[in-house]
């Protein structure tokens, strides 16, 4: 099969990352819950693909990863084109994840940022505006985390900087967190 090499790598960087960040997929998974017991909210984006993943992570919280039950609370700040190109045009792109939590975050609440470089610099700044909330913050990131790493409270660093096999396994670790929450939470 032509595709084999594809799966090989993606299958192999997978559990090499749940070898090395089990615990902390663990832990994560315990922040989001604790939050998510106390009312408060989880808030997720990331740039292009891990865009489109911050949504599909809150789409399965805010309806259902795989059962039907109540909603949990999850925002993607990466969806709303009106305030996404609003802070863009008139403060900078840099702002568009940080402004949004400047006015949707609490403390107590969880940031999911991914950026599989951990150097984009929007989500930097999200994460930076996080800690200056008491926002816990979660990183999905590729090897080594970038500047991510200082950022985050729960680091999940993919040991890869190849961007398709990085977020394979963000995928993975995202339905890995959905279905946990939803277990623990909806016993």
Excluded: W
């Amino acid at each position: 099969m032509m595709y084999g090499p594809i799966v090989d790598e993606c299958h192999r960087l997978l559990e090499r990352a749940l070898a090395e960040r089990g615990d902390v997929l663990n832990e994560a998974v315990a922040s989001c819950v604790t939050s998510l017991k106390a009312g408060r909210k989880i808030l997720a984006f990331g740039n292009g693909g891990s865009a489109a993943e911050a949504q599909h992570f809150t789409a399965e919280l805010v309806n259902r990863f795989k059962k039907a039950r109540p909603a949990l609370r999850a925002v993607s700040l990466a969806t709303d084109i009106s305030v996404l190109t609003s802070i863009g045009n008139d403060a900078s792109f840099d702002s568009i994840f940080s402004r949004q939590i400047e006015a949707l975050g609490d403390a107590g609440d969880v940031v999911l940022a991914l950026s599989t470089s951990g150097r984009s610099p929007n989500v930097l700044k999200g994460l930076m505006a996080a800690r200056e909330k008491k926002i816990v913050t979660i990183g999905l990131t590729g090897k080594g985390g970038g500047k991510m790493a200082a950022l985050c409270d729960h680091l999940l660093d993919v040991p890869s900087s190849d961007t398709p096999r990085v977020q394979e396994v963000h995928l993975v670790f995202l339905h890995i967190i959905a279905g946990e929450i939803e277990t623990r939470i909806f016993l």
